[in-house]
């Protein structure tokens, strides 16, 4: 993994820390005071190398303006891929670099700093479900395991892009009858704007014309989570099918580390479902614990670790509640 640069005698003194946190749709970016105060939250493009070409000028667009902020500590980046491809992760320590310059700067995997946000830094399981899926676990020693995270070529099992994919599945054999009716269809049709006459040339134009195929599929996976709370069989067996295999990682992790008493959480869009929450803690056998803070909070109190300020449960707790109430006053899904 790239080494994080080193960290100067003064940067603890600073005030002001830069938290990020990168996802294939969407980034969030943030920033608090010594005392956990969060006060500034902004949202924008997705910034994966792996699925977005464009995600320098994406994270360079979000960033710049508070790379420019007074009294600038430190940064913490929480990125897709890092720590996974080698070449990814340079380019991604280099375009920090560039946007940040000399401050001390900790890039970390973003479903690293998730269960950093989850468990405040302590010892669990997070589950992980958005646009891709992955598990990550930390032991009572600190050490970090991961199941999953594959991608969408290779796994990604029960994420937005392998539920999306099921719905399209359903959706066609419902069209020409290989499967009962489903609600599936008048939905997608709905979101996707298409008339209900020819049903058939419609859907595979569309499939035909994707340009960004991986979120656009994964943008299907909400259909398949609200229909399954109206009891639609098609809906409910994605879910169900999705469930088994979030569940899958938490209890191979649970049988590496060999110990079925580490608290587990959720980060991600997907755990915004009733159902997919109630199925998956089905399956675990016991409740998820909420999660402290959301995982731009992780990339936070991230930074806040590499600059050696105190990060105590009132640390966390004023954090918590500040992004709570940024993400209020701006409707931006902090913990998504």
Known sequence: MPRQPPLPASA???????GIDGGGSKTLIATADRSGWAFRLQRGRGTSPLESPDWREALAELATPFAATAGLGGVAAAL???GEVEAASAAQQQA??????ALPQRLLNDVDAAHLGAFA?????LILAGTGSMAWARDAEGHSHRTGGWGDVIGDEGSGYWIG????????KAIDGRAPATGLVAAMFDKLGFASDDQMNQFLGWASRL????????ALAPLALALAETGDPAAGAIVDAAADELALHILTLERQLGVAT???????????S????????????RAPALPRLPPVGGALLAAAQHLGWQTDDAWVETLAQSLAALSQASELPTGA
Request: glycine letters at 16%; a positive charge.
């Open 12 to 18: 603890a003194d600073e005030a002001i820390i830069v």
């Open 80 to 82: 897709p891929a890092f």
């Open 96 to 101: 920090i670099g560039d946007l940040f310059g």
């Open 121 to 125: 830094g302590g010892p669990g399981i």
């Open 165 to 172: 994919s099921r719905v399209l599945g359903a959706t066609s």
């Open 211 to 218: 340009d960004a195929p991986r979120m656009q599929i994964a």
């Open 262 to 272: 580490l608290p587990w959480s959720y980060a991600g869009g997907l755990f915004a």
């Open 274 to 285: 009733p159902a997919l929450r109630r199925a998956v803690t089905a399956r675990v056998g």
